[in-house]
T-cell receptor, first 114, second 113 residues
Framework: AQSVTQLGSHVSVSEGALVLLRCNYSSSVPPYLFWYVQYPNQGLQLLLKYTTGATLVKGINGFEAEFKKSETSFHLTKPSAHMSDAAEYFCAVSPLGGYQKVTFGIGTKLQVIP | DGGITQSPKYLFRKEGQNVTLSCEQNLNHDAMYWYRQDPGQGLRLIYYSQIVNDFQKGDIAEGYSVSREKKESFPLTVTSAQKNPTAFYLC????????????FGQGTRLTVV
């Protein structure tokens, strides 16, 4: 069994400020972890993923996330928000290996204030 | 270019009519998925298929049906039994055994009037 909790359905930051989107997961087996971004009326685009190895993962558009096993967390950060970062962000988890369905969090809408 | 194509992007239907949403992928992926997205509820899994001619119900399968006759195609039918069909529908696929990353189509917005 697995689940994902995204803390904060809406987050607002000022342009140039730090972006921090929180994600905690539970999984009975070692997980794969993902962050996706969705712009209005679009599909989901992968930002970054953790599978194995280095726990700090760098993705596209300057985003990064750190897998912390002890905290069962995979928070998404970006040092300086840009207006184009305004979108909805989804954290997801899947079990390690094999064909399994991915479980998504409910999403966090990021608003960037000029 | 490889990817997932959903069509149409916008779809309007009258209440009581069945409607089929198309999803085609050329990524050679074995697994395909249908999700429903409603505001504030994230993505909910409707059906998934791990192999041709086999599919499994997800969390909200009632009122929906699927088929998987070809590896590339996974159409979703929204039947008249679905009580609240207006939503944004997303199709996805995932590939090799070592990496279950999902790739998504651009979605179909279904409005039932």
């Amino acid at each position: 069994a697995q689940s994902v909790t995204q803390l904060g359905s809406h987050v607002s930051v000022s342009e140039g400020a730090l972006v921090l989107l929180r994600c905690n997961y539970s999984s009975s087996v070692p997980p794969y972890l993902f962050w996706y971004v969705q712009y209005p009326n679009q599909g989901l685009q992968l930002l970054l993923k953790y599978t194995t190895g280095a726990t700090l993962v760098k993705g596209i558009n300057g985003f990064e996330a750190e897998f912390k096993k002890s905290e069962t967390s995979f928070h998404l950060t970006k040092p300086s928000a840009h207006m184009s970062d305004a979108a909805e962000y989804f954290c997801a988890v899947s079990p390690l290996g094999g064909y399994q369905k991915v479980t998504f969090g409910i999403g966090t809408k990021l608003q960037v204030i000029p | 270019d490889g990817g997932i194509t959903q069509s149409p992007k916008y779809l309007f239907r009258k209440e009581g009519q069945n409607v089929t949403l198309s999803c085609e992928q050329n990524l050679n992926h074995d697994a395909m998925y249908w999700y429903r997205q409603d505001p504030g509820q994230g993505l909910r899994l409707i059906y998934y298929s791990q192999i041709v001619n086999d599919f499994q119900k997800g969390d909200i399968a009632e009122g929906y049906s699927v088929s998987r006759e070809k590896k590339e195609s996974f159409p979703l039918t929204v039947t008249s039994a679905q009580k609240n069909p207006t939503a944004f529908y997303l199709c996805a696929s995932s590939g090799d055994r070592k990496n279950t990353e999902a790739f998504f189509g651009q979605g179909t917005r279904l409005t039932v009037v």
